[in-house]
T-cell receptor, first 113, second 114 residues
Framework: SAVISQKPSRDICQRGTSLTIQCQVD?????MFWYRQQPGQSLTLIAT?????????ESGFVIDKFPISRPNLTFSTLTVSNMSPEDSSIYLC??????????FGPGTRLTVT | AQTVTQSQPEMSVQEAETVTLSCTYD???????LFWYKQPPSRQMILVIR??????QNATENRFSVNFQKAAKSFSLKISDSQLGDTAMYFC???????????FGPGTRLSVLP
């Protein structure tokens, strides 16, 4: 398994501002993932972040809106830029630990007013 | 593109009883993984069980077992001796190797009743 922490656990932000979410893993991993879970909905993959390369974004998500950093093998950040109320969601990071298993952080609950 | 369907938005079961959650998927891949994740109200996603498509034997983890029917593209989860702590959203998920194409189903909200 993996121990994953996220900061902040929750935040309330004003429209037009940006928030950076941090994800820390207790061991080195190659692939990290960022998901969005809108209220009452399932998870949607935003992007895959590999250390040393640009993040790969899924359809409907762009780098200007969700810039991602992956400076080393245990850490990543996701920024939600120029926020609007539609960005209110839970944002989760996850890691793959081989054999197809993904482990998730506790999530960051974002409310945009 | 891969899709995952869970046809039961909500289910309930009496404590100590057995319940089965349904999941179907669509893919043209031959090698993939299937998962069941549990998300309790605390919102922490917890891996319940995992199945590799090339293994015919159904995965089992304590009270949790799956019925994997590859030809039918079906992957149901059976929870035996249900406990109050099993109350959660359950998501079926599909993934190709190396974490690509990870797709979640819409979820089934399970309530275990005392």
């Amino acid at each position: 398994s993996a121990v994953i922490s996220q900061k902040p656990s929750r935040d309330i932000c004003q429209r037009g501002t940006s928030l950076t979410i941090q994800c820390q893993v207790d061991s080195q991993v190659t692939m990290m993932f960022w998901y969005r879970q809108q209220p009452g909905q399932s998870l949607t993959l935003i992007a895959t972040a590999n250390q040393g390369s640009e993040a790969t974004y899924e359809s409907g998500f762009v780098i200007d809106k969700f810039p991602i950093s992956r400076p080393n093998l245990t850490f990543s950040t996701l920024t939600v830029s120029n926020m609007s109320p539609e960005d209110s969601s839970i944002y989760l990071c996850s890691v793959e630990r081989g054999a197809g298993e993904q482990y998730f952080g506790p999530g960051t609950r974002l409310t945009v007013t | 593109a891969q899709t995952v369907t869970q046809s039961q938005p909500e289910m309930s079961v009496q404590e100590a009883e057995t319940v089965t959650l349904s999941c179907t998927y669509d893919t043209s891949e031959s090698n993939y993984y299937l998962f069941w994740y549990k998300q309790p109200p605390s919102r922490q996603m917890i891996l319940v069980i995992r199945q590799e498509a090339y293994k015919q034997q159904n995965a089992t983890e304590n009270r949790f077992s799956v019925n994997f029917q590859k030809a039918a593209k079906s992957f149901s989860l059976k929870i035996s001796d249900s406990q109050l702590g099993d109350t959660a959203m359950y998501f079926c998920a599909f993934m190709t190797p190396y974490g690509q194409n990870f797709v979640f189903g819409p979820g089934t909200r399970l309530s275990v009743l005392p």
